[in-house]
């Protein structure tokens, strides 16, 4: 037997144990040894009922995606378990499957092939495959169905959302909630079953999926093969469901959305692995906070903070400022449906308004967010060195600036960072880390750990003008008004790259953030050898600074939809004084992707990124990029470096010298395979 499985005898009942941390992933062998346990116990006589579960903190997460991914690139076999899990199942012991943590994927699959499951009540179930472009591939669209109904194993596949204790048993999939000790528990139970129940023997309940279908969105393939699969699979012997599911889960796991979700998913556990950050890297205790702006970004990041359990202090100039700022703070609990009411005073009892800088000297990291201006920065910077405590982290949320030249603003550069926040800063995953010159390894670890506390990506990318976004964001815009200037429009350019799957167009998205703070950063910027545009200027000239003044490259009523607005659009087009043509949907989505990409090698020839998964990751987390694509650096590997860089050329850009030297290789590619990651 697998030593990943422990075994066991308690009161007449064979306890298997799964021991393969951190999670109890499903790798080769776990499953056999858990059926050749099985067969252990019903060997034994002195053996009535069986209890499966995990040991550490979870039941099973899920298969290994690696062995998955070696398959696919021919470097192994298809992992096996249909044969394992019908051999437990075959008992004709009774098999009790006790849930904690989590049982997803193929956890799930394995809890769904005992005769019956109980659940600890924070535990949850789930098919979360769909979020990595696949389906369940070892019977779950044969055997859910059959214990929850055609419908509801639908959409449960299709969406791949989780499902607490309680939900699991109201729709069937468990027994019992176990409350306490869930071993104990679990004995007990399985020595009141006389029987065995197989779920593979029990029959469908079938309904329609069209109004299901609805809600799909239709330019992703795995929830709608989800579908086909139970549809399929419902009509058919557990046998035959069995086949026609593997068809389907091997289709997927060839496709290039597959083979983009998984490489986002292995992307993100990616920058967690930061050079020079070892394990023992000392980390900074973090309970205080202070944030010095109550502005819709203080506010925020404010309300993260409090959510990770901190204390915080929220500071502004004058007490109207603060009052408003704590006033929107209140608003945006209060919408929040996911809190109980308790839950969002807890929250707001943790955030205090000041004037000033009272309790400043006992806060583990001060958080400046203030107007985009350096020399603005360079003062709060100065008076937060003098107030705060030797240990105490001094982080700036700039989206472009400096991070060496506001340092230089204290007597501690080795203290001081960038924690670039993406609004809204209490909503969206990503955070953006920035490393100053000085800036020293427990900082930096101290910086990620408080980026997981609070739930978010923590990337930490180099010092330099924009960093890694806004740095790859600002050349896709500028290509974007020069497409309008050519000849487009600001709504055509939108659809397209809506189309393409980004969660917004450009213009939509500089009209939300506001032209007055692209108009800022544009200011401070030294000139990056792109072609200036006329459109930001006289937009902000004019006053439209977007949804916040009801106009910026679109109009706006109360409903804050996007009018388009031909005259303003026609204005900026003559005063841009280029040739008009007709530009077709390929040359705008190639321009304004391809800007990315060819930035992208830059800032890695630079090092300002230390991958081009970290490149990924933020675009996916913090831009909106569909993940589908797997982010720019991925979707250019998709493509072609060849093809790309043969567009780069014919659009007259200067080639990234990267793109140029990978491009030249046949095996030349931004992203190594996933499994590498």
Known sequence: MSQQIHFEIQDGVAVVGINNPPVNALTTGVPQGVAEAVQRAQADSSVRAIVVMGTGRTFAAGADIHEFVRYVAGQGPMPEFHR?????????????????????????????????????????????EVKIGLIPGAAGTVRLPRLVGALNAAEMCAFGEPLSASDALAAGIVDRVIEGDLLAGAVAFALQQTSVRRTRELPVVTAPFAELRKKVRKHLDAPLAALEAIEKTSALS????????????????????????????FAERAVAKVPGIEKDTPVYPIRDAAVIGAGTMGGGIAMALANAGLHVRLKDTDQAAV????ATIR????????????????????????TDDAGFAQADILIEAVFESLELKKQVFAGMDRVAKPECLL???????????????????????????????????????VRGRETSQPAIATAMALAKAMKKVGVVVGNGFGFVGNRLFISYMNEAELLVEEGASPEQVDRVLTEFGMAMGPFGVAD???????????????????????GLPMLHELGRYGQKTSAGWFKYGEDRKPIPDPGIVAQIQQAAGRAQRVISD???????????????????????ATRASDIDVVYLTGYGFPAHRGGPMFYADTVGLTHVLARVREFGWEPAGLLEKLAANSDGSFTPHAAST
Request: glycine share 8%.
């Open 238 to 265: 557990f046998d035959e469901g069995c086949k026609a599911e593997a068809e389907i889960f091997v289709r997927l796991m060839h496709g290039d959305q597959c083979k983009s979700l998984i490489h986002a998913f």
């Open 84 to 128: 394992w899990l019908n051999l437990i199942e075959d008992s004709t012991k009774p098999v009790v499957m006790a849930i904690h943590g989590q049982a997803f994927g193929a956890g799930l699959e394995l809890a769904m092939a005992g005769h019956y499951r109980v659940i600890a009540a924070d535990a949850q179930v789930g098919q979360p």
């Open 586 to 608: 390929e040359e705008i989505r190639d321009r304004c992707l391809f800007a990315l990409v060819n930035e992208g090698a830059r800032i890695l020839d630079e090092g300002i």
């Open 512 to 534: 939300l953030s506001g032209l007055d703070v692209f108009m800022a950063i544009r200011s401070e910027r030294a000139h990056a050898g792109e072609r200036e545009t006329v």
């Open 323 to 326: 009052d408003r700022g704590l």
């Open 331 to 354: 608003k945006n609990y209060e919408r929040s449906k996911s809190l109980t009411q308790a839950q969002r005073e807890d929250r707001l009892s943790r955030i205090t308004g000041q």
């Open 395 to 433: 982080a700036t949320n700039t989206s472009t600036l400096d991070i060496d030249q506001i340092a230089s603003a204290t007597k501690r550069p080795h203290m001081v960072l960038g924690t670039h926040f993406f609004s809204p800063a209490s909503v969206m995953r990503l955070l953006e880390i």
